[in-house]
């Protein structure tokens, strides 16, 4: 694991299932690498973009509507097309597993650095 489980905060428009589909596969998928949150772009609080390492609209409306973040967050937008169960559901799982794949790799390029071998 990382140096603390990454927070990741989704939005999207008020009542968009794909933000509860991010935030299950999140919480599946990335167990102990990563907690995340949803959130309407409407009602986000402050409190949530400062609890955010990483803030990840669902579409391109979002992002627009996207308040301004803290130095601290950065801004990955998906631009996810709204699509029907499954199909969009592998979509998210497909992004979340390269969300974990990029944090697994930084943890061995930390690692490394620090002298240790994390194949040990």
Do not use: N
Not at 16 to 31: F, H, Q, S
Not at 57 to 82: E, G, H, I
Not at 96 to 111: F, N, P, Q, Y
């Amino acid at each position: 694991m990382y140096k603390r489980p990454a927070h990741v905060l989704f939005l999207a428009g008020s009542g968009d299932r794909r933000v509860e589909t991010a935030t299950r596969l999140t919480a599946d998928i990335g167990a102990g690498w990563m907690e995340a949150r949803g959130a309407s772009v409407q009602d986000v609080g402050l409190d949530a973009l400062h609890w955010a390492d990483l803030v990840i609209p669902l579409d391109a409306d979002s992002r627009r509507r996207c308040p301004a973040l803290p130095a601290t967050a950065r801004l990955k937008v998906w631009d996810l097309p709204d699509l029907p169960g499954e199909e969009g559901e592998a979509i998210i799982r497909e992004r979340v597993h390269a969300m974990l794949g990029g944090l697994r790799m930084l943890s061995r390029l930390d690692t490394r650095r620090d002298g240790q071998d994390s194949r040990a």
